[in-house]
Every structure is written in C-alpha cells, then in structure tokens.
C-alpha cells in the first residue's frame, strides 16, 4: 500500500494541465489585445504564476524594435517589414482605430488614469520573470530576425513544440 | 502514513486547473462572438458546470441598456458612449457585416431554426447563475458607469485579479 | 485506509482538465489564424496528445469542399454559400489580405521555406487521427450539408454540448 501511495504521488504531481503557471499565445498584433494579453500576464505574475508568452503570427510585431535596421533582406522581407507594424508604438487598433485617432486618445486616457501603458507593462513583465518567446516559423515568414527584435531578458525564438509542453504543463492558457 | 494520504487528499483537493468550472474572458464586442461566447458558456451551466464571464474592452458593450443615459460626463466619455455599440441589439458582425444587413439576416435566421438570441441566452445564463464580472479598467477607460450597464443579478465590477482567481481553479478557460 | 486510498485514485482518475488532451475551439474562419490553429494542432497530435478540434462559425469555411453542389438550397442559403469562403484555398487574412495578394505571398514564403500549406496540415492532422467536428448549430444557420464538406476520417456534426465534454477532460484548451 505505501507503494501504491508513492505511485498516486508522483502520478499527482506530474498531471497535466495543473501546474501554477500560465502560457498565453499572443497571435494578434493589434495594441487593444496585446494590452489584454499583457496586463493579464503580469496580472498573473503578480499572484506568483510562473507566466510564458508566444508571440507569433502578427503578435510578433510587439517585439520588433523600431530603431534596429538588418542590412541584405530579400525584396518580400523588406515588404513585410514595411507592412507589419514596428514596435509597440506602431500597433493599431483592431476597431475603432481611426486613422490612428482611436489609439492616441486610449493612451492619453490610459496615462491620465494611471493605467500602464504598453511599454511599462513589458518592464513589469521583464521584472515579474514573465518568459517572453517569438515563434520560429513567424520570424522566418516575415524575414525578421533576432537581432532586430526589443532587448528583454532571455528574450528566446522557439517552435510551436516548446509552447506546447509549457501549455501543458500551465493550470491556465489563452489563445490572444 | 496516513498523515501522507491525508496531505496528498488536501494537495488533490487545491490543484489548480481542476475545477468543475468555467471562466471566459470576452474581450471582443462583435455579434458572432458574442454569440459563440453566450452558447459556451449556457451550454457549459447547463451541463452542471460552475461559469465566471470576465467582460472586458470591446465586450463590455454587451452589457450596456440602451435606455439608461448618465448626466454629466466628460467629453472623451461622451465620444466613446457613441462610438462603442450600446448593448445587445447594437452590435456588429466580425465579418460580413455588410452595414447591419449580415446581423439582420442571421437574427432572423436564428429565430427561425429556434436557436436563441443574445438577449435569450443572456435570460437562460442568468436562470443558470452564470456570474458576470465587468472589467473595472475597461470601465474606466470608456468612462462607462455602473448605472448604465444591464440588470443582472450579482453583476460585479472587479479587476483583472479576481478574473485569474477564478481562471486558475477552473478546469476550462477561453479568451474570446 | 485502503478504502480511502482507493477513492483517491479514482478521484485523481477523474480530476477535470487533466487529460492528455487538446481541445480547441475554431472560430475564424480567415487564413491566418486558420494556420495556427492547425500547427497547434498537428504540433500537440504529434507530441502525442489526443487533439479534438470544433469548427464554427466562420471556421466551417475551411471544411467545405469547393467541388461539391448541393441542390435544392434556399435562396438564403445560397447567399451565404456565395459568401462564406468555398474551402480552404478561398480563405482570407484576418489582416494585409490586400485583395488576396497577402494570402498569395505567404503560401508561396510557405512552399519555399518548407512549411505545410493548410491542405498538408489537414493531411497531417488525418494521419496523426486529430478528431475533427463541426458545429450543427453553424451548418444549419449557414445551410450547408453534411455532403458538401471535405472528406476527412471519422468527420462529425456535432453541438456545444460534445465540444464541452471534450473540453472538460483536456489539460490544454484554446478558441482561435
């Protein structure tokens, strides 16, 4: 019986899904969800989750940083760098954006009410331990590379396989 | 021995990821996922389960009355009173919109087969007890007040650690 | 003590969200977020999770077959067959479609830099047996048949209720 005890222990600890941690797979790359997904994460942080983030697709424009340029692209990379918005002060909203209206007047508020702004809430993240990675796949579609993307501590480019066996292993995930 | 079994029982009975409950966060204001997020989540209580919806940025225009208005508001809370849709009957499509023809068609569509409008699943979720929180920020942001919003019953303004709290213990979460 | 040990592991056996188990709720029905979804997909089947997917809404879009006429249809549901995109070659992008040449650039950026197309990744999924639902309640608003979708294995109609039970048991759940 102390064997079967031993064997319901361990089976406990390594079950799925519920570890105190949260894995977030940051898709959009539009500033109202990111703003979401951001004040979630370091929300999570706070009351001592153990938090990992996946930024691909269109989500990966969060962490291009606007004042790094790569020399030698391919014409489609330079296209997607044009396209794709650069850095957090490039992202738009998913309604309402108004020609960019939308997204000044929301920051205004957002500092008038004390609400932290996109860019202190990465700074928190940074300090709460908050584990950030960029998809593989979406660097290589969109032709960016590490050197152009935001310095954040142990800031890693990884595939959709070590997502998974965080999310996994998270009591909480969310697909943004 | 005993004193282990009885620490394992406590450490199954605190894992968190296994409640028998529901939390969504609905952070999109558009029709269809409203919808989507409605029949979850009255499908979720129907089955016996526990659910939490954590309304927030363009979600919370769901949960606007059309009939209240609020005296005295600063003019960027005006703007936004006019621009985000004032409850149920006022929302959009995601897609296929096509100037509030799309929403029209799939309403009338929706009481033809007998499948339940927003305003019906809202009905059904609170004969269910599914509990409804606001986010205190988005709120704040829009300037939205409490007296303005839906009757419903234990409607709670709150922030976004509450929604977590409740998120962690819940065996199922979706970000719509 | 026994008998306590005993009612421990069933209940262990039992403990929601837990399973080695992905469930995933798809929602949109535009290109992007469609691909995602499906390297989600295949990448957790291949780790060896069980994978059970739930098409709805706009999603549905990607399981029509653009070969197959029905007859007999409403002039509603003609309309919505008109509009609601025939197949997974007809997807859109969520953001950049400019007028499909966005979709263009990235299946050619796909084919070039090795990665599977949405049609590869069905293959995949059919071979890694990732169970694959549509929504009723969707294929009845839109009014498409059951043969008018693509052939895939084991392809079932089903409602909320089923994608729920489904969900419950997984460890891992997300809505695209």
Chains 1, 2, 3 share one sequence.
Request: one cysteine or more.
């Amino acid at each position: 019986m102390e064997k079967e005890l031993a064997e319901l222990k361990a089976k406990v600890e390594a079950l799925p899904g519920t570890g105190n941690k949260l894995t977030m797979v940051i898709f959009s790359g539009s500033l109202d969800q990111q703003l979401a997904a951001m004040i979630i994460a370091t929300g999570a942080a706070a009351m001592g989750m153990q938090v990992v983030l996946f930024f691909t697709f269109w989500g990966t424009a969060a962490l291009r940083d606007p004042h790094r340029h790569v020399k030698g692209k391919t014409m489609i990379s330079k296209m997607f760098g044009f396209m794709v918005p650069k850095g957090k002060d490039a992202l738009k909203f998913s309604h309402m954006n108004m020609a960019g209206v939308g997204p000044a007047i929301i920051k205004g508020l957002m500092k008038k009410k004390n609400v932290a702004s996109l860019d202190q809430l990465f700074d928190v993240a940074s300090q709460l331990a908050v584990k950030i990675y960029i998809c593989e796949m979406s660097m290589d579609l969109f032709g960016f590379r590490r050197e152009e993307m935001i310095d954040y501590p142990n800031l890693e480019v990884c595939g959709v396989a070590t997502m998974l066996a965080h999310a996994k292993e998270s009591s909480l995930q969310f697909f943004i």
